[in-house]
């Protein structure tokens, strides 16, 4: 064998053998591992973390979305900048990626604004309460106001055939319990 085949031959090796380790180590960490590494937890732990923090008790919807999920993780987020403490709570399919559900909760004096230009309709909650359903940069959001927090329930606009507005306030009226 030539000098120039063997020497063809070694880099084309070491070159194939250096693109499957690059790729292998490019191939995207589950969920599991991705999650906790940007602040994610059990819900209950960051329920836990959101009640200490501002001392008071935290109701979530004992409803979901009726599409799967594969996932859920929860994040209280305590910054050091004041207004900025939040609670979410993810749920997520790593198979489907449109199956994309959120929700968001701070205390009204540090609720997000309202801006007109996204409300679609207003709806009445069975407490009397009003919600917004707005669509905002690929989700369709219904925002509504108890207990002192602000909750935002937000879901994938892929999946608006199957998660309609009307889904999202029995979600939100299931906090009644």
């Known amino acids: ?4 085949v063997y020497l063809f031959l070694v880099s084309f090796c070491t070159l194939f053998l250096l693109t499957l380790h690059v790729s292998a180590k490019d191939k995207p960490s589950p969920y599991e591992k991705i999650y906790p590494e940007i602040g994610y937890k059990s819900v209950e732990k960051a329920v836990s973390d959101f009640e200490q923090h501002f001392n008071q008790k935290l109701k979530l919807p004992l409803r979901v979305p009726p599409i799967s ?35 968001d909760i701070r205390p009204l004096k540090y609720k ?19 919600a917004t359903y707005m669509i905002i940069s690929g989700f369709n959001v ?7 927090l602000q ?3 937000s879901i994938d606009k ?3 055939n199957k998660v309609t507005p009307e889904t999202l306030v029995d979600i939100a009226n299931s906090i009644d319990y």
């Open 1 to 4: 064998m030539s000098r120039t």
């Open 112 to 130: 997000l604004p309202l801006r007109e230009k996204y409300v679609v309709k207003t709806y009445e909650l069975k407490n009397g309460l009003v």
């Open 158 to 160: 892929r999946v608006s």
């Open 151 to 153: 909750y935002m329930l």
């Open 142 to 148: 219904l925002v509504f106001e108890r207990d002192n």
């Open 69 to 103: 999920f594969t996932h859920h993780f929860g994040r209280f987020s305590d910054s050091k900048y004041e207004g900025n403490d939040a609670f979410e709570v993810k749920f997520i399919n790593d198979q489907l990626s449109e199956n994309h559900y959120k929700i």
